[in-house]
C-alpha cells in the first residue's frame, strides 16, 4: 500500500509543482484547445475572401455552360442585362458548331434587337451573323443599319457581309472617316478630354452641366482618339451639336477595310488608297492593297 500510496502522489508528466511542493495540475491542452477555438472566425473570413468573389465571378462568366432551359430564362431576363449577353455568347458558339437546337431560340434573338440595353443589341447583331442562312437574321441585321448608336449599326453592317448584302456599305465607309461626337444635352461643358486622347467606348468623355446645374457624364460612343475639338470648357453647348470629332481605331479598320473587300465597289478605291498612305500600319497597310485588288478584279470580271 505504501508504495502504491508513493507512486499515484508523483508528479504527472503535465503536472507542476508549485513553491510549496503541492502538485498542481494546469493541463496546457486546454489554452491549445482555446487558441484553435479562437482562430475559426478568422479562418472562416480568410475563407469567404476567397469564395465571394469565386462565386461572384463564376456566376459572371461567359465561359459557364448554361442548360437550354437556362439560356431561355437569361434571354427573357431583361433586369439583369449580363445574364442575356451570357445566353447571347452561348448561342454563338453553338451556332458556330452548328448545332441545330440553337434555332428554337431564333425568335428570343431577334426580339432583342428592340432592346432598350445598346450592348444587348450590339451583341445580338454580331450572334445574328454566324447563321447566314437564317432569312430573320437578315431582315433584322437590315432594321439594325438604323439604329441610332454607332457601334449597334457597325457590327449589323459587318454582319451582313457573311449574307453577302451591301446594305451596310454606307456604315462601312464611315467606319474608315472620323466620326462627329455630338452632345446628348443643353448646358455647359464643365470638363473634357484634350486633343490626342485615345478612348474606349464607354469611357467618360466629358462632364456636361444642364439646365438644372445638374453636371452629367458623357461617355464616348466609340473607340477612338479625340482629332479635334469643337469646343472648349466653359462653353455652352445644344443637344446635337458636335464637340469632338474621333478618328477610328486601328482594330475598327481593318473590319472595315476586310469587309470592303467582299463588298466594296471602285468608289472605294480612293478612300482604300488614303487609308494606306495614312498609316504606319503593316497589317492595315496589307489589307487595303487586298482590298484593293479584290474590288479591282470583280469590276474587270463585270
Request: charge should be neutral.
Amino acid at each position: 500500500m505504501q508504495a502504491n500510496s508513493l507512486r499515484y502522489n508523483q508528479p504527472m508528466e503535465n503536472d507542476q509543482v508549485n513553491s510549496n511542493g503541492n502538485n498542481s495540475q494546469t493541463p496546457p491542452l486546454t489554452t491549445s484547445r482555446k487558441k484553435r477555438h479562437s482562430n475559426w472566425p478568422l479562418i472562416i473570413l480568410a475563407g469567404l475572401f476567397i469564395i465571394v468573389p469565386f462565386l461572384t465571378w463564376y456566376s459572371t462568366w461567359f465561359g459557364r455552360n448554361l442548360s437550354d432551359d437556362d439560356i431561355a430564362k437569361y434571354l427573357a431576363d431583361e433586369k439583369n442585362p449580363r445574364h442575356i449577353q451570357h445566353a447571347l455568347t452561348q448561342l454563338e458558339t453553338r451556332i458556330e458548331q452548328t448545332d441545330p437546337a440553337a434555332r428554337k431560340f431564333y425568335p428570343q434573338i431577334v426580339a432583342l434587337t428592340v432592346s432598350d440595353h445598346v450592348e444587348i443589341r450590339k451583341t445580338a447583331a454580331w450572334v445574328m451573323g454566324q447563321d447566314n442562312t437564317a432569312d430573320e437574321f437578315h431582315g433584322a441585321l437590315l432594321k439594325l443599319l438604323a439604329d441610332n448608336e454607332p457601334l449597334v449599326r457597325r457590327n449589323a453592317a459587318l454582319q451582313l457581309v457573311r449574307f453577302g448584302d451591301a446594305s451596310g456599305r454606307p456604315e462601312l465607309r464611315a467606319m474608315l472617316q472620323p466620326y462627329e461626337v455630338k452632345s446628348p444635352i443643353q448646358g455647359t461643358i464643365v470638363s473634357l478630354l484634350g486633343a490626342g486622347s485615345k478612348l474606349r467606348a464607354g469611357a467618360l468623355l466629358a462632364r456636361i452641366r444642364d439646365a438644372s446645374s445638374v453636371v452629367q457624364e458623357f461617355r464616348s460612343p466609340l473607340d477612338g482618339q479625340i482629332a479635334t475639338l469643337r469646343v472648349k470648357e466653359g462653353d455652352s453647348t445644344s443637344a446635337g451639336q458636335a464637340i469632338c470629332s474621333l478618328t477610328p481605331d486601328q482594330a475598327t479598320v481593318r473590319d472595315s477595310v476586310r469587309a470592303l473587300a467582299y463588298i466594296g465597289t471602285t468608289e472605294d478605291l480612293p478612300l482604300l488608297t488614303s487609308i494606306a498612305e495614312g498609316t504606319d500600319s503593316a497589317e492595315i497597310q496589307e489589307d487595303a492593297k487586298v482590298a484593293f485588288r479584290e474590288i479591282k478584279n470583280r469590276a474587270a470580271k463585270n
